[in-house]
């Protein structure tokens, strides 16, 4: 199976401070599937480090108020392309990003709140119907695998 992953869960230093979270499960993916790290911020022009940015709403803001949503969606987009091009599958995001993450993401105010919904990236591969998985979805996805008769 091919299987887009968040750069930063791989080890590469992708997130917005610089480092990475990089997740034991997500790399023992690697041992029976081809994974293809992205990074939707990097691509959407955004350099690393970057202030941190949160979902507010429909827009994605810095600490300071500044609008970077336009970044975020054209990081998605081509995200996207990538997905396509290598024939994913799924994809495996970073958890409450303003990009990849799934059901929950931070609330904009910069406190550590969470709130419902899913980060820019997120929202355009479901809309797509491409399953999405994030890093405490580990044993969900290869459960998945093993039910559906993929190799598992």
């Known amino acids: ?84 091009l290598c024939g994913c599958e799924a994809a495996v995001l970073k958890a409450r990003s303003p990009s990849c993450g799934k059901g929950l993401v931070y609330d904009g105010s910069f406190s550590g709140k969470l709130t419902n919904g899913n980060g820019v990236f997120s929202d355009l591969l479901e809309k797509n119907a491409c399953p999405v998985y994030t890093e405490d979805e580990i044993d969900m996805l290869l459960q998945t695998l093993k039910e559906d008769g993929s190799p598992g």
Not at 4 to 31: E, Q
Not at 33 to 60: D, K, M, N, S, Y
Not at 70 to 77: C, D, H, I, K, W
Request: with cysteine; hydrophobic share 40%.
């Open 1 to 84: 199976m091919v299987i887009l992953v968040s750069a930063c869960l791989l080890g590469l230093p992708t997130r917005y401070d610089g480092g990475h979270s990089c997740h034991t499960g997500v790399m023992s993916l690697s041992k029976k599937h081809l994974l293809i790290p992205v990074c939707p911020e990097q691509l959407g022009g955004l350099p690393t480090p970057r202030p941190p940015c949160e979902r507010a709403g429909g827009l994605v803001l810095d600490q300071a108020g500044t609008d970077k949503t336009a970044a975020f969606v054209s990081g998605a987009e081509a995200a996207m392309k990538i997905y396509k």
